[in-house]
């Protein structure tokens, strides 16, 4: 009950402009830990439209790991928050005169509301900010819902393949796992 209240009224307060998406800072470490690791894997993530649960137990990321992203100087990250609440957020990293485009994430009660769409579109004004004419990101081959809705956006299969990490990964399936490389080519 009180998760539909709060993505009701987060739901409400998109619809009257009272949320923004700024560069996240340290002091996010904590509430982005929350959100990824919620939106990716475990219980909470099966309440989202497409998650890395059923391939993958354990956490995607860390605190340590949030901590050297964001001081980095080639790495931020985006976080669409109504003022309190980080919802969803999402990992941007200058490579030459590409953008690395990773870690999109949506809390899994209000995925499929547009939040992710509006990140790819801030991903994309950030890439030309940053003189960058694409966009590329990597996805986990078989996760095929999240790579349509990707393309549905403008991001096309390179045909480039590389090997997922499997050490220190807890991994559910037999098959091993590969990543697929999706690419956007930006207008300048």
């Known amino acids: 009950m009180v998760a539909h209240l709060m993505r009701n009224f987060i739901l409400f307060l998109a619809q009257k402009n009272m949320v923004s998406i700024d560069k996240a800072t340290v002091e996010d470490v904590v509430e982005l830990n929350r959100l990824i690791n919620s939106a990716y894997r475990g219980d909470e993530a099966k309440k989202g439209w497409t998650n890395e649960a059923h391939l993958l137990t354990g956490v995607r990321i860390n605190e340590k790991e949030l901590v050297d992203i964001l001081k980095s100087e080639i790495s931020f990250f985006l976080k669409y928050t109504d003022e309190k609440i980080i919802i969803a957020c999402v990992l941007l990293e200058k490579q030459d005169s590409a953008l690395y485009l990773g870690l999109l994430s949506v809390m899994p009660e209000l ?78």
Not at 129 to 156: A, N, P
């Open 111 to 188: 995925q499929g509301k547009g939040f992710g769409k509006q990140l790819l579109k801030a991903a994309e004004i950030n890439a030309h900010q940053l003189g960058c004419s694409k966009i590329y990101m990597t996805v986990i081959s078989v996760r095929y819902e999240l790579i349509d809705w990707y393309k549905r956006h403008g991001y096309f299969d390179t045909g480039i393949k590389k090997t997922f990490p499997g050490e220190n990964r807890n991994i559910l399936v037999q098959t091993p796992l590969e990543f697929m490389v999706l690419e956007k080519r930006l207008n300048s």
